[in-house]
């Protein structure tokens, strides 16, 4: 149920909502960041919520710091909804 509703709205993200979220959990993107997460979010959400390793390809795309809080968020997210 929680694929299904992702895979129906991830149209609707952009990248004010990503830096929004982003920053409720204390990750500060850059506008240009945000950007690139929300192209990556919404041009891969099937890899993504299918393949765990697949969110590593984000990795060298925005700053480390960043990355790794999107990761944190990632697993955090992954092992509450999606197993």
Do not use: C, Q, W
Request: aromatic share 14%; hydrophobic share 40%; no cysteine.
């Amino acid at each position: 149920m929680i694929e299904r509703f992702l895979r129906k709205n991830i149209v609707n993200l952009n990248h004010h909502l990503t830096m929004g979220f982003l920053e409720s959990k204390g990750i500060f993107p850059t506008d240009d960041e945000a950007i690139i997460i929300t192209n990556f979010l919404k041009e891969n959400v099937n890899f993504i919520l299918n393949d765990s390793n697949y969110i590593y390809n984000l990795k060298g795309m925005v700053r480390e710091d960043i990355f790794n809080g999107i990761l944190l968020l990632y697993n955090e997210y992954r092992n509450k909804y999606l197993n």
